[in-house]
């Protein structure tokens, strides 16, 4: 018989933990204090490229590629070539595990100098896992996995700004059609939809020639999704993210560009829940729901488009924990004559809310309609999952370059 955690293996808290390896540890440490936030299908929050991932995670306003289609899609229509495309590999959680990955592929095709679109699969391996009852005992093993496919669209307003859409379908497959004592489980599907803004605008700074850019991405803004019924779903990982970047074009050779993204999930914080005074275990009301405490936030369990929009208020901690859920990506890059690159950047999130918090360094090169690049994770705990993390990305383009 399967204990009552199996439910939630099929749900975000499995997914979120297999990926952090941080949520745990920070509830045990800060009580519920500690509340990170989680959703299911986490694979979709994972930095697919090795340019942004050597860049603290920084890409929604930086120069476009092919992978703009994760970062912004709105960029894809500022890319100097016709067509292009990117292929993304990233070993996961490799101290832990030697099976696990997420692989990226993205390309785009401009339909002329005003619309763009593109085409992204990210395709993610948890690799193989046996299945157990509560007493140890061996069910089956299996092999869970999951894609997202999504098309996407950018349209230029003026020389400077350009607004996009995308639209993802998510399969998540981490147990399979199979019958539990219990419960059955089954894969899990839902689509989701992006909101772009990207604007760019080269200046004239002491007789320097500058670059300026903003962007904007409300990322997965889509329906729960469910591995059972209709009574047990999870939201999926809405986000909004915001981000500038600077180009300073030193001479005709050097130019350094320093970005900075903001990040919130825009999913339903955890609540703080009513224990016994005596027994200090949690309080179970009639509903056979955890009850919550007198100021400890909002239910977990609410509509998708109540979750989405009140996350920004319904922190039991008020203000001061909404801004605890906002994570900061920052990056440097350095590129000599467009031909070879050096990145390194910083990503920090709240100790209470997962405590991810690493450095990253990376390189990348180009020639002709080629390009490499390289990424590695410096985490700043020790033994952390996450260290020694490594992504590599290779790049082509098609067609002859233009002047945005």
């Known amino acids: 018989m399967f204990s009552n955690s199996a439910r939630r293996i099929l749900g975000a808290s499995f997914a979120f933990l297999l990926l952090t390896g941080q949520a745990i540890s920070q509830q045990t440490i800060t009580g519920q204090e500690g509340r990170p936030v989680t959703s299911a299908v986490p694979f979709l929050t994972i930095t697919p490229d090795a340019r942004s991932g050597a860049m603290g995670d920084a890409g929604v306003a930086i120069s476009p590629d092919a992978n703009a289609n994760y970062w912004n899609p709105a960029k894809i229509v500022f890319n100097k070539s016709r067509f292009g495309g990117a292929l993304s590999y990233n070993p996961w959680l490799r101290n832990l595990v030697n099976d696990m990955s997420l692989s990226y592929l993205s390309g785009y095709k401009k339909i002329n100098d005003r619309q763009a679109f593109g085409v992204a699969l990210s395709y993610f391996n948890l690799g193989d896992i046996m299945f157990t009852d509560e007493n140890g005992n061996e069910i089956r093993s299996f092999n869970p996995r999951e894609f997202a496919i999504q098309p996407t669209f950018s349209q230029k307003l003026s020389d400077y700004l350009s607004l996009g859409v995308g639209i993802r379908f998510i399969h998540s497959n981490l147990a399979g059609n199979f019958d539990f004592t219990n419960f059955s489980s089954k894969p899990g599907n839902t689509v989701s939809g992006d909101v772009v803004m990207y604007y760019t605008r080269d200046v004239n700074w002491g007789g320097r020639d500058i670059n300026l850019a903003f962007?904007?991405?409300?990322?997965?803004?889509?329906?729960?999704?469910?591995?059972?019924?209709?009574?047990?779903?999870?939201?999926?990982?809405?986000?909004?993210?915001?981000?500038?970047?600077?180009?300073?074009?030193?001479?005709?050779?050097?130019?350094?560009?320093?970005?900075?993204?903001?990040?919130?999930?825009?999913?339903?914080?955890?609540?703080?829940?009513?224990?016994?005074?005596?027994?200090?275990?949690?309080?179970?009301?009639?509903?056979?729901?955890?009850?919550?405490?007198?100021?400890?936030?909002?239910?977990?369990?609410?509509?998708?488009?109540?979750?989405?929009?009140?996350?920004?208020?319904?922190?039991?901690?008020?203000?001061?924990?909404?801004l605890r859920e906002v994570s900061v990506s920052t990056g440097v890059e350095y590129w000599y004559n467009d031909l070879f690159a050096a990145r390194a950047g910083y990503f920090y999130e709240n100790q209470l809310k997962g405590n991810r918090q690493y450095f990253t360094l990376g390189a990348g090169l180009r020639y002709s309609k080629l390009g490499l690049d390289f990424a590695y994770?410096?985490?700043?705990?020790q033994n952390n999952p996450l260290a020694e993390t490594l992504r590599f990305t290779l790049h082509f383009q098609f067609g002859e370059e233009e002047d945005n």
């Not at 369990?301 to 929009?309: A, E, H, I, T």
């Not at 994770?377 to 705990?381: A, D, F, K, S, V």
């Open 215 to 322: 962007g904007a991405n409300i990322s997965n803004l889509g329906p729960k999704i469910t591995y059972s019924d209709r009574e047990n779903r999870e939201f999926i990982p809405t986000n909004l993210r915001l981000g500038t970047a600077f180009t300073y074009n030193i001479d005709p050779y050097n130019k350094f560009t320093l970005a900075v993204d903001f990040n919130k999930l825009m999913v339903p914080t955890p609540p703080i829940l009513e224990t016994d005074s005596i027994t200090g275990r949690i309080v179970v009301g009639p509903d056979g729901k955890p009850q919550i405490a007198l100021g400890g936030g909002k239910p977990s369990d609410r509509s998708f488009l109540s979750g989405v929009f009140g996350s920004f208020s319904d922190a039991p901690d008020g203000f001061r924990e909404e």
């Open 377 to 381: 994770l410096i985490p700043r705990q």
